[in-house]
T-cell receptor, first 112, second 114 residues
Framework: GAVVSQHPSRVICKSGTSVKIECRSL??????MFWYRQFPKQSLMLMAT?????????EQGVEKDKFLINHASLTLSTLTVTSAHPEDSSFYIC????????FGSGTRLTVV | AQSVTQLGSHVSVSEGALVLLRCNYS??????LFWYVQYPNQGLQLLLK??????LVKGINGFEAEFKKSETSFHLTKPSAHMSDAAEYFC????????????FGTGTRLTIIP
């Protein structure tokens, strides 16, 4: 079945630094990938839709300059949290679709 | 616009008892519906999906769900709960399978009582 690999699974960074999260579709090509954010004990909130070869489409209220999304190939999308602050600490999950929506295992970001 | 409502943020059942998690949707077009399970600090695993074929959908781990258009519901059931079923469950909807975002419900935390 379709597999989406997300890396890293956990990252701790200092306030003001940038962090890159990778999302790869391992055995299929994904023209569209989705990035979600999940706060503790809450549901998933879509941040942006990532389309290969074009600019990402961000949801209302998501700062595109803070959350940079790049979808350079059909198997890789990256989310970069720039100048991270403690309020950016969260669980970030990517998703790609082949026959249904497959999710990565998530990245726990802690900004100290 | 589409939305999903999951009734009951917390559900507790005894081991071996019936599991029923409720999901109602709102959609102006025929929906595609999904149930996912999430274990702590992990991503989401697909349990089952409805894509306008059979209204009774069977999924993994003994779960199934029935699409009822008249009730705008897609409740998730399992005849006999197992301790390993304890997790967070999310219902989700989309109007364009694969190309459009999923809209999630608020989730239901399932606790299994030994």
């Amino acid at each position: 079945g379709a597999v989406v690999s997300q890396h890293p699974s956990r990252v701790i960074c200092k306030s003001g630094t940038s962090v890159k999260i990778e999302c790869r579709s391992l055995d299929f090509q994904a023209t569209t990938m989705f990035w979600y954010r999940q706060f503790p004990k809450q549901s998933l909130m879509l941040m942006a839709t990532s389309n290969e070869g074009s600019k990402a489409t961000y949801e209302q209220g998501v700062e595109k300059d803070k959350f940079l999304i790049n979808h350079a190939s059909l198997t890789l999308s990256t989310l970069t949290v720039t100048s991270a602050h403690p309020e950016d600490s969260s669980f970030y999950i990517c998703s790609a679709s082949l026959d249904g929506y497959t999710f990565g295992s998530g990245t726990r970001l802690t900004v100290v | 616009a589409q939305s999903v409502t999951q009734l009951g943020s917390h559900v507790s059942v005894s081991e071996g008892a019936l599991v029923l998690l409720r999901c109602n949707y709102s959609s102006s077009v025929p929906p595609y519906l999904f149930w996912y399970v999430q274990y702590p600090n992990q991503g989401l695993q697909l349990l089952l999906k409805y894509t306008s074929a059979a209204t009774l959908v069977k999924g993994i781990n003994g779960f199934e769900a029935e699409f009822k258009k008249s009730e705008t519901s897609f409740h998730l059931t399992k005849p006999s709960a197992h301790m390993s079923d304890a997790a967070e469950y999310f219902c989700a909807v989309t109007s364009n399978f694969g190309n459009e975002k999923l809209t999630f419900g608020t989730g239901t935390r399932l606790t299994i009582i030994p």
